[in-house]
């Protein structure tokens, strides 16, 4: 939670697919906003079309078929990752100054946020002490299966996360053949959809709000940006 007093986390959501590079140019101009005081703090919603990420811990062996979608360095935590259509991906801009100034615990609210939405779709999503990100038991596939339904890389500056996190709604499950997604191969990767829940996204939406305000406060919401591609 924020400190007393302050305001509400704006919530935005923005319909379509968005660019890479034009969300990461808003994250970053964004941030530096908020940690001069200039604006408040945001989760942001989008979804991208098909593409991979790589960051600071990539291996590049990890990128099986670089030539599938297109490949975009960036500065978050983690390794390979895929983004595309069907995939909720959240930015989360917080001032942790107003928090609480500690890494570890920002992920693991991250974690607990996610563990929160899946519960409500009686999907026990769980930690992993060395992997990050929200997996699930899979039985059916063999006693000791496990999938990766949400994924976490986050970056910080000047105390102000950005980045976030992404849930697995109803994306081409195929799309993650491309990569080793961060760097795991003994296990695979999940949705919503591929576990049996019918759910639209802007269910989903809702759900994760109700879910934020519970660990990190209320929101408000708010109108997308306008983005360049300069």
Same mark, same amino acid.
């Given at each position: 939670?924020?400190?007393?007093?302050?305001?509400?986390?704006?919530?935005?959501?923005?319909?379509?697919?968005?660019?890479?590079?034009?969300?990461?140019?808003?994250?970053?101009?964004?941030?530096?906003?908020?940690?001069?005081?200039?604006?408040?703090?945001? #989760? %942001?919603?989008?979804?991208?079309?098909?593409?991979?990420?790589?960051?600071?811990?990539?291996?590049?062996?990890?990128?099986?078929?670089?030539?599938?979608?297109?490949?975009?360095?960036?500065?978050?935590?983690?390794?390979?990752?895929?983004?595309?259509?069907?995939?909720?991906?959240?930015?989360?801009?917080?001032?942790?100054?107003?928090?609480?100034?500690?890494?570890?615990?920002?992920?693991?609210?991250?974690?607990? %946020?996610?563990?929160?939405?899946?519960?409500?779709?009686?999907?026990?999503?769980?930690?992993?002490?060395?992997?990050?990100?929200? %997996?699930?038991?899979?039985?059916?596939?063999?006693?000791?299966?496990?999938?990766?339904?949400?994924?976490?890389?986050?970056? #910080?500056?000047?105390?102000?996360?950005?980045?976030?996190?992404?849930?697995?709604?109803?994306?081409?499950?195929?799309?993650?053949?491309?990569?080793?997604?961060?760097?795991?191969?003994?296990?695979? #990767?999940?949705?919503?959809?591929?576990?049996?829940?019918?759910?639209?996204?802007?269910?989903?939406?809702?759900?994760?709000?109700?879910?934020?305000?519970?660990?990190?406060?209320?929101?408000?919401?708010?109108?997308?940006?306008?983005?360049?591609?300069?």
């Amino acid at each position: 939670m924020a400190e007393a007093g302050s305001e509400s986390v704006e919530w935005v959501i923005t319909e379509g697919l968005t660019g890479y590079q034009e969300a990461v140019a808003f994250m970053e101009a964004r941030a530096a906003e908020i940690a001069e005081g200039r604006a408040r703090e945001l #989760v %942001w919603l989008v979804e991208h079309p098909p593409l991979y990420t790589a960051g600071t811990s990539a291996q590049e062996s990890d990128l099986v078929d670089p030539e599938r979608f297109p490949v975009h360095q960036t500065g978050r935590g983690g390794q390979y990752t895929y983004h595309g259509p069907g995939q909720r991906v959240a930015y989360v801009m917080l001032d942790l100054k107003r928090r609480t100034p500690d890494l570890r615990r920002y992920v693991a609210a991250l974690e607990a %946020w996610l563990i929160t939405t899946l519960d409500v779709y009686n999907i026990r999503g769980e930690r992993r002490e060395d992997r990050v990100g929200v %997996w699930v038991r899979r039985p059916d596939k063999g006693e000791t299966a496990e999938d990766k339904i949400a994924a976490i890389g986050i970056r #910080v500056r000047r105390w102000v996360t950005f980045h976030g996190i992404s849930l697995n709604v109803e994306p081409d499950l195929s799309h993650f053949s491309g990569i080793v997604p961060c760097g795991v191969t003994e296990h695979g #990767v999940t949705s919503l959809v591929d576990l049996g829940r019918i759910v639209t996204m802007p269910e989903v939406d809702a759900v994760m709000r109700r879910a934020f305000e519970e660990i990190f406060g209320p929101t408000e919401r708010a109108d997308p940006p306008l983005l360049t591609d300069d």
